[in-house]
């Protein structure tokens, strides 16, 4: 069985999203911010790239905790993740 993870480290979660081929996004929001993403591959329609400073900028500010998994249950590479309030 797979499991899940849980991080507010910068470095954990920079390295587990560039090891997948994974950039930093944002579905923009009225007001400051938007919605954070890990965008994986060719950039998705309706998020917007981001810097990493204004990545974990936001992510700070919201007090939001990363949520991850690194395996699949059959063993493979997991793109699993989810942003959650600490």
């Known amino acids: 069985m797979s499991t899940s993870e849980q991080t507010t480290d910068h470095d954990t979660i920079r390295k587990w999203a560039e090891s997948r081929d994974g950039h930093p996004a944002v579905i923009r929001t009225k007001g400051e911010g938007g919605v954070l993403r890990i965008d994986f591959g060719e950039p ?5 790239q981001i810097s990493w400073e204004e990545f974990f900028e936001i992510f700070d500010k919201n007090r939001l905790s990363f949520l991850y998994q690194d395996k699949t249950k059959d063993g493979g590479t997991s793109r699993f993740n989810k942003f959650v309030n600490r």
Do not use: A, K, T
């Not at 998705?44 to 917007?48: A, I, P, R, T, V």
């Open 44 to 48: 998705e329609e309706g998020l917007d």
